[in-house]
T-cell receptor
């Protein structure tokens, strides 16, 4: 089944404790991205990647890192999480000029 | 970035009714997509429609790129249509720098 898989679905952590949210897609998509969704603000892009080893900042990259060492994987890294990074996170992937496919989301709470 | 405005912000319909959701955007785009976020939070792609008209069952969409708007039509609404509908646009043909509107929340009551 074609899908974008994010893990974990839920994560509660404390300020400053490094964490990684994994994202994997099995559709051989070149493009992958991360979004955060906050009430009243909609979805905002954090980082995106057009292909292996090619990443670029979206609208809200501060406090986040990404890497694209393999085509299928695009992990999101929070080196030192803070409470303002509490949010619902989505990974997505697509081919160029085709619909964007989203993972099921990761709800992160930073206390 | 591109400003994306969706209207109405909220919509309540009786089951079986039809509706039209609108998306206005502030700049020329080469990528426009409609999504449905269901009550469980899943985001499902409905249409990739930078221009023209597409139909998929009870849903159809039209984008008039020269006038910077897109419309999503839902006919014979069902309770499973409830959720939030998002429009997203980008200048590039790819999905990099895709800007989302704040959505239309649709509630379909039986």
């Amino acid at each position: 089944e074609a899908q974008v898989t994010q893990n974990p679905r839920y994560l509660i952590t404390v300020t400053g404790k490094k964490l990684t949210v994994t994202c994997s897609q099995n559709m051989n998509h070149e493009y992958m991205s991360w979004y955060r969704q906050d009430p009243g603000l909609g979805l905002r892009q954090i980082y995106y990647s057009m292909n292996v080893e090619v990443t670029d900042k979206g609208d809200v990259p501060e406090g986040y890192k990404v890497s694209r060492k393999e085509k299928r994987n695009f992990p999101l890294i929070l080196e030192s999480p803070s409470p303002n990074q509490t949010s619902l996170y989505f990974c997505a992937s697509s081919f160029r000029r085709e619909p964007l496919h989203f993972g099921n989301g990761t709800r992160l709470t930073v206390t | 970035g591109i400003q994306v405005e969706q209207s109405p912000p909220d919509l309540i319909l009786q089951e079986g009714a039809n509706s039209t959701l609108r998306c206005n955007f502030s700049d020329s785009v080469n990528n426009l997509q409609w999504f449905h976020q269901n009550p469980w939070g899943q985001l499902i792609n409905l249409f990739y429609i930078p221009s023209g008209t597409k139909q998929n069952g009870r849903l159809s969409a039209t984008t008039v790129a020269t006038e910077r708007y897109s419309l999503l039509y839902i006919s014979s609404s069902q309770t499973t249509d409830s959720g939030v509908y998002f429009c997203a646009v980008a200048k590039a043909t790819g999905a990099n720098n895709l800007f989302f509107g704040t959505g239309t929340r649709l509630t379909v009551i039986p």
